[in-house]
């Protein structure tokens, strides 16, 4: 799949996810693709602090870009929450 491809399928799976994350003040933007195939976005919103942003990130996001992308290695968020100790 060519870069320019990829990015379209990629902006589209956001796309596609981006009502489920504004329903609940959040929102995701795409920041690269590098060229190991690794999709880069930022949490926006409620994303940003949102403990299950990193089940969103695999559940949601990945899971629908490599279904229209399966060159797709992987999502990673560029700001993702740390995860607070029990």
Sequence with gaps: MSKRNLETSVKEAIK?????????????????????KVVRVRLLGACKTCRMSAMTMKAGLEESIKKTAPDVLR????????????
């Design 16 to 36: 596609k996810l981006k009502p489920y994350l504004e329903a609940d003040g959040g929102d995701m933007e795409l920041v690269e693709i590098t060229k190991d």
């Design 75 to 86: 999502v990673e968020a560029v700001n993702a929450p740390l995860e607070q100790p029990n």
